[in-house]
């Protein structure tokens, strides 16, 4: 089945510890995206990459980090410097004629 | 700055009943539109797009209407049914579809639909 996955479904992270979001992706698509969702909230773009190995900060890039080494793939990591990292993190990806789809996302707790 | 908002965070409809989930956009470069559903801890579904060309566009049970004089987007939902409980969030884009980035992809807040049995 095609589709896009995100592991793990529930993270936990001590203070001051990186933590890396897993998104992958078997629909062919060139671009991909990480959102952060907070409660009762809309979804705020953090990075975006519309090619392998290049990628552009979205609206709250800091704290933050992605590569873009396979079309497949787009791992997001939470670094120490972000300083209120619980949310739920949503991986999308999309064709450039087509809408974004959305994985089943991760929810990120700081212990 | 510009930003997509809603005009009502809930909605409660009657099982059988239509919904009407509105949108408003301030972003007059916008020309493409995608409402979302958010069912509780899981990911975004695409629903119905619309691009700034056209007024309405349907769906299976859904239509989305867009009014571009006074910035307006809603989704109407026909015979509303207790899996259509969720949230409906509306997105826009200053870019192209064709061609363009969805980098930057605008989303509201969300409406919470609650359909009663």
């Known amino acids: 089945d095609g589709g896009i996955t995100q592991s793990p479904k529930y993270l936990f992270r001590k203070e001051g510890q990186n933590v890396t979001l897993s998104c992958e992706q078997n629909?062919?698509?060139?671009?991909m995206y990480w959102y952060r969702q907070d409660p009762g909230q809309g979804l705020r773009l953090i990075y975006y990459s519309q090619i392998v190995n290049d990628f552009q900060k979205g609206d709250i890039a800091e704290g933050y980090s992605v590569s873009r080494e396979k079309k497949e793939s787009f791992p997001l990591t939470v670094t120490s410097a972000q300083k209120n990292p619980t949310a739920f993190y949503l991986c999308a990806s999309s064709s450039q004629e087509d809408e974004q789809f959305f994985g089943p996302g991760t929810r990120l707790t700081v212990l | 700055g510009e930003s997509v908002g809603l005009h009502l965070p809930t909605l409660s409809v009657q099982e059988g009943d239509n919904s009407i989930i509105n949108c408003a956009y301030s972003?007059?470069?916008?020309?493409?539109f995608i409402w979302y559903k958010q069912e509780s801890g899981k990911g975004p579904q695409f629903i119905i797009d619309i691009r700034s060309n056209m007024d309405k566009r349907q769906g299976q049970r859904v239509t989305v209407l867009l009014n571009k004089t006074v910035k307006h987007l809603s989704l109407q939902i026909a015979a509303t049914q207790p899996g259509d409980s969720a949230v409906y969030f509306c997105?826009?884009?200053?870019?192209?579809?064709?061609?363009?980035?969805?980098?930057?992809?605008?989303f509201g807040k969300g409406t919470k639909l609650s359909v009663k049995p």
């Open positions: 972003n007059s470069a916008s020309d493409y």
């Open positions: 629909l062919n698509h060139d671009a």
């Open positions: 997105a826009e884009t200053p870019s192209p579809r064709y061609g363009g980035s969805q980098g930057n992809l605008i």
